[in-house]
């Protein structure tokens, strides 16, 4: 049962083996539990370890996706079903070789065989219930999520300053003949900081970029210029720069002509997603867990079971 996780790190076991153990030691433990309590009689010692094959077959075949029963979040692994084949196997030729040494073990009151078996049944939906996560959608499944990544060449390469042709601003209007980029005032989705320097109000629409204004007339400020910067939250102006952050960078864009714009790279530190993660979900691949690959972009949200997806922010991938 994919549930159940074993961090070994240092015997360097394969992955197979982390997976389907639980399922191999739950067939070996029930059915010595179950025979030592029962007795062994004729024929007993192959029945008890299939009785509980078949209980832990039941509980995987209940995980496949076409069943679709929410509590259950684990994951089919036709790997625990052999590693319980197995288990089972051992089992009865153990079973069977105590039955023929006539070592049998002393019966209990044959009222505790249901608790036994609710106990061991129980061994198996507990976990299922425990690796269950709610999501922002409003329902459970698994705890264990997909990364979601925006590349950096995605972020690095929309540096771009856009100009509105809709002003009397002679830089602007000098920018934008000699080729800058046009864009028209757009919704600002997601507001976040307000800036004022000098004659100019800066507003951050959050993960987006920066968009200025000439705030000369203060009842009525008129949108002069757009700078995309993806993963803007804040913004500072000195001698004239407007730095802005970009994610793990620092974007520099000069407030006069040329209006260069400038990247430096890593200057912040990489955040750790899985504490913007729903409680107790984690971060994982084909049932293992996983550290985030700085390398591949930043995380800007995550894929749960069914292939549901959620963002920490108003993203675009």
């Given at each position: 049962?994919?549930?159940?996780?074993?961090?070994?790190?240092?015997?360097?076991q394969?992955?197979?083996?982390?997976?389907?153990?639980p399922?191999?030691?739950?067939?070996?433990?029930?059915?010595?539990?179950?025979?030592?309590?029962?007795?062994?009689?004729?024929?007993?010692?192959?029945?008890?370890?299939?009785?509980?094959?078949?209980?832990?077959?039941?509980?995987?075949?209940?995980q496949?996706?076409?069943?679709?029963?929410?509590?259950?979040?684990?994951?089919?692994?036709?790997?625990?079903?052999?590693?319980?084949?197995?288990?089972?196997?051992?089992?009865?030729?153990?079973?069977?070789?105590?039955?023929?040494?006539?070592?049998?073990t002393s019966?209990?009151?044959?009222?505790?065989?249901?608790?036994?078996?609710?106990i061991?049944?129980?061994?198996?939906?507990?976990?299922?219930?425990?690796?269950?996560?709610?999501?922002?959608?409003g329902?459970?499944?698994?705890?264990?999520?997909?990364?979601?990544?925006?590349?950096?060449?995605?972020?690095?390469?929309?540096?771009?300053?856009?100009?509105s042709?809709?002003?009397?601003?002679?830089?602007?209007?000098?920018?934008?003949?000699?080729?800058?980029?046009?864009?028209e005032?757009?919704?600002?989705?997601?507001?976040?900081?307000?800036?004022?320097?000098?004659?100019?109000?800066?507003?951050?629409?959050?993960f987006?970029?920066?968009?200025?204004?000439?705030?000369t007339?203060?009842?009525?400020?008129?949108?002069?210029?757009?700078?995309?910067?993806?993963?803007?939250?804040?913004?500072?102006?000195?001698?004239?720069?407007?730095?802005?952050?970009?994610?793990?960078?620092?974007?520099?864009?000069?407030?006069?002509?040329?209006?260069?714009?400038?990247?430096?790279?890593?200057?912040?530190?990489?955040p750790?997603?899985?504490?913007?993660?729903?409680?107790n979900?984690?971060?994982?691949?084909?049932?293992?867990?996983?550290e985030?690959?700085?390398?591949?972009?930043?995380?800007?949200?995550?894929?749960?079971?069914?292939?549901?997806?959620?963002?920490?922010?108003?993203?675009?991938?």
């Amino acid at each position: 049962m994919a549930q159940f996780r074993f961090d070994w790190p240092a015997l360097a076991q394969p992955s197979v083996v982390n997976g389907a153990l639980p399922s191999f030691i739950h067939v070996i433990i029930m059915s010595c539990l179950t025979a030592a309590i029962t007795g062994l009689s004729k024929n007993s010692y192959w029945k008890i370890p299939a009785t509980w094959l078949l209980i832990n077959i039941g509980f995987e075949l209940l995980q496949l996706k076409f069943v679709a029963i929410s509590w259950l979040a684990g994951t089919f692994n036709l790997l625990d079903i052999v590693a319980a084949c197995l288990a089972a196997a051992l089992t009865g030729f153990y079973l069977n070789f105590q039955q023929n040494s006539n070592r049998r073990t002393s019966a209990f009151s044959i009222g505790l065989q249901l608790p036994i078996v609710l106990i061991g049944s129980l061994g198996i939906t507990g976990s299922l219930i425990i690796d269950n996560c709610e999501y922002p959608n409003g329902k459970r499944t698994s705890c264990e999520v997909k990364p979601l990544y925006m590349p950096w060449d995605k972020i690095r390469k929309r540096n771009q300053v856009y100009f509105s042709a809709d002003n009397a601003n002679t830089e602007t209007q000098s920018a934008i003949n000699e080729g800058a980029l046009i864009r028209e005032y757009q919704e600002i989705h997601t507001p976040g900081k307000i800036y004022l320097f000098n004659d100019y109000l800066f507003v951050n629409d959050r993960f987006k970029g920066i968009y200025i204004f000439d705030n000369t007339d203060q009842t009525n400020p008129k949108y002069l210029a757009y700078v995309s910067v993806v993963g803007a939250t804040d913004m500072e102006v000195l001698n004239g720069v407007m730095y802005v952050n970009s994610f793990t960078d620092i974007v520099a864009i000069e407030l006069a002509s040329p209006f260069s714009y400038q990247r430096s790279e890593n200057l912040l530190p990489y955040p750790n997603a899985e504490n913007w993660l729903p409680s107790n979900a984690y971060f994982s691949n084909k049932g293992e867990r996983i550290e985030i690959n700085e390398n591949k972009g930043m995380v800007v949200g995550y894929e749960i079971k069914g292939g549901k997806r959620f963002f920490f922010w108003d993203v675009e991938l």
